[in-house]
């Protein structure tokens, strides 16, 4: 009995003193994750949209739009971050529209773990680029081959399902968005 | 036992991946490039470090039935106070590590040296012992990654090193190239431990 209560003592001590330490280094470390979490997506939205030089958070229900403005004031278009299932795990695109929806300005990728040296090459400007200032008229698709038209998106060697992936996160993100926006 | 032949305990003849063969994830898993080696090295380190400080500290008041409960508690509070941390200051190498930082709570080595050597030993015996251990799965890392970064990328640390018409192979990078260039390593091990 004596042993028992010892046991009990121990234990709930030790775990009550570690989720003090852990609810302070999480409190006091929050601000700056949030921060670079922050950063990382205005760094994306400045690489697809150099002349972006205002950027405005707007939210409709739980989602965030970015809208960006150059530096008259002129109006250029949305951002949006959206994610989808990868090869690995979760991949989270930024891309950005313009004013109507009309073309895509570009895309970047924020967050993704797929295999090194092939599908993690869907981080590469060769890959990325494909999708900058293609007009929206239809759906993206992957092809194996050169392609044909704008919105046939070359798959990257070995990383069929890396760049199917990205191709349909981008594809549901845009019918997000104009859902979002009602356009 | 003195503190310099435990200092090459663990960075050479009992060495934590080559010769005790723990820890066999992380090594497998993130050593693609030489950073990503030294950072998993590093965190396994400061985790390792300061779960055998206060393992031994407490190790007389914590009852024997529940100790592996309690390391395990100490441990994952360091290895979440990594994580927060490099989230917050490294953002890069915390997004290249993804979710490898966390499953440190159940590397073999930390919960390892805690039960065999700290919760039996003084604490400034098991901090050198700690030290030896993390320094040398450190090491062992970054030479993993080196090796495979260097054959599977053509670049070490981030710098070209393989004239322009090397052509990478990508293997290295992959699964097979770890457990590739694990086996030789350890092969070197033995063939160099027999000589001696």
């Known amino acids: 009995m004596k042993d028992n209560l010892k046991i009990i003592s121990v234990l709930t001590i030790i775990t009550v003193i570690c989720g003090f330490i852990l609810a302070f280094v999480f409190t006091s470390a929050q601000g700056k994750i949030q921060e670079n979490q922050k950063q990382a997506i205005y760094r994306a939205i400045t690489t697809i949209v150099p ?6 958070e707007k939210t409709y229900g739980e ?6 403005k150059d530096k008259n004031g ?18 989270s695109i930024l ?3 313009d004013k109507d929806i009309r073309d895509i300005l570009g895309i970047d990728i924020i967050e993704s773990v797929e295999t090194p040296g092939l599908g993690s090459r869907i981080t590469e400007d060769a890959f990325k680029d494909q999708f900058k200032n293609v007009p929206l008229a239809g759906i993206f698709e992957v092809v194996k081959e ?7 998106i070359q798959a990257i060697t070995s990383a069929t399902v890396s760049s199917r992936a990205v191709v349909s996160i981008v594809n549901a993100g845009i019918e997000k968005l104009k859902a979002i926006l009602k356009k | 036992m003195n503190s310099t032949q435990l200092i090459i305990k663990g960075v050479w003849t009992d060495h934590p991946i080559f010769r005790q063969l723990l820890g066999m994830c992380p090594t497998l898993a993130v050593t693609t490039s030489s950073i990503n080696g030294i950072s998993m090295g590093l965190a396994v380190l400061f985790v390792l470090f300061f779960s055998s400080f206060v ?3 407490i190790k007389k008041i914590v009852p024997s039935q529940v100790r592996i409960a309690v390391y395990t508690v100490i441990i994952a509070t360091f290895v979440t106070i990594v994580d927060i941390f490099l989230k917050a200051y490294f953002p890069d190498i915390s997004r290249a590590l993804g979710p490898y930082i966390p499953l440190i709570i159940v590397n073999c080595i930390i919960l390892g040296r805690c039960e065999v050597f700290a919760s039996r030993h003084s604490l400034g015996v098991s901090l050198i012992d700690a030290l030896a251990m993390g320094s040398g799965f450190t090491w062992g890392l970054f030479v993993l990654g080196s090796i495979r ?3 599977g990328a053509g670049t070490i640390l981030g710098f070209k090193i393989m004239p322009a018409f090397y052509n990478p192979l990508i ?4 699964p097979a190239g770890a457990f590739l260039v694990l086996g030789t390593l350890v092969g070197v091990m033995n063939k160099i431990e027999q000589k001696r």
Do not use: C, R
């Open chain 1, 95 to 97: 891309f950005a529209v």
């Open chain 2, 171 to 174: 293997i290295m990078i992959l």
């Open chain 1, 51 to 56: 002349e972006a030089e205002n950027i405005q």
């Open chain 2, 55 to 57: 393992v031994s500290l």
């Open chain 1, 63 to 68: 989602d965030l739009v970015y809208e960006l």
């Open chain 2, 149 to 151: 970064e260097l054959f």
């Open chain 1, 146 to 152: 050169l392609p044909q038209n704008p919105h046939q």
């Open chain 1, 74 to 91: 002129e109006f250029l278009g949305y951002a949006y971050v959206t994610d989808g299932q990868g090869y690995q795990s979760t991949i």
